[in-house]
Nanobody, 121 residues
């Protein structure tokens, strides 16, 4: 089976920084896109940032210029560096990856368990 395990969440004051990590493990042939989503109370889950296997990135307008997504393919890990955090960034952050388990498989979305990020003074 495939698992995505996140780490790095926590509480921080406005203007502070956090770095989230997400490592994929299990039977994996290839990982295509990896990304981060977030869900605040009472709101729908939304894309924060995504990165392709080749390193192309995509950011939501709300985090552009403040968050930086990166990945280490050898470690099967995706990161997001979050700077200049605002109270509206408070949410549960979920890691996502499109993974092929074998050479014969189609890509399928996998999700982490979520990690809480709270930005408050």
């Amino acid at each position: 089976q495939v698992q995505l395990v996140e780490s790095g969440g926590g509480s921080v004051q406005p203007g502070g920084s956090l770095r989230l990590s997400c490592a994929a493990s299990g039977l994996i042939f290839k990982i295509n896109s990896m990304g981060w989503y977030r869900q605040a109370p009472g709101k729908q889950r939304e894309l924060v940032a995504a990165i392709s296997n080749g390193g192309s990135t995509n950011y939501s307008d709300s985090v552009k210029g403040r968050f930086t997504i990166s990945r280490d393919n050898a470690k099967r890990t995706v990161y997001v560096q979050m700077d200049s955090l605002k109270p509206e960034d408070t949410a549960v952050y979920y890691c996502n990856a499109e993974i092929l388990r074998t050479i014969m498989s189609e890509g399928r979305d996998y999700w982490g368990q979520g990690t809480q990020v709270t930005v408050s003074s």
